[in-house]
């Protein structure tokens, strides 16, 4: 099994930066790919950026270059940086590992908030 915790969520003003943790327990780390997703209330859950197991990476386009996704295999954690944040990234957000080889294998952490706010 794969665990993940989502951290480093809270509140920020318009313009302001945060920076998400995802931490995964278990083995194999590497050979996951790792989604970051987010839903707001009374909104659909969207992708936000991908990485790769070989640490390919795709963003949304409503993040127009602010967001930025990383990984550290040897720490078994994924990062997304995320600047210039405004009212609209409010959401909680979701971290998701899919196998590489078995995409049936999926596991999603319970999320962290995000609240963008004057």
């Known amino acids: 099994q794969v665990q993940l915790v989502e951290s480093g969520g809270g509140l920020v003003q318009p313009g302001g930066s945060l920076r998400l943790s995802c931490l995964a327990s278990?083995?194999?780390?590497?050979?996951?790919?790792i989604g970051w997703y987010r839903q707001a209330p009374g909104k659909q859950r969207e992708l936000v950026a991908t990485i790769s197991s070989g640490e390919a990476t795709d963003y949304a386009d409503f993040l127009k270059g602010r967001f930025t996704i990383s990984r550290d295999n040897a720490r078994r954690t994924v990062l997304l940086q995320m600047n210039s944040l405004n009212p609209e990234d409010t959401a909680v957000y979701y971290c998701?590992?899919?196998?590489?080889?078995?995409?049936?294998?999926?596991?999603w952490g319970q999320g962290t908030q995000v609240t963008v706010s004057s």
């Open positions: 278990g083995s194999n780390f590497n050979l996951y790919d």
């Open positions: 998701n590992a899919k196998h590489v080889k078995w995409t049936d294998v999926e596991y």
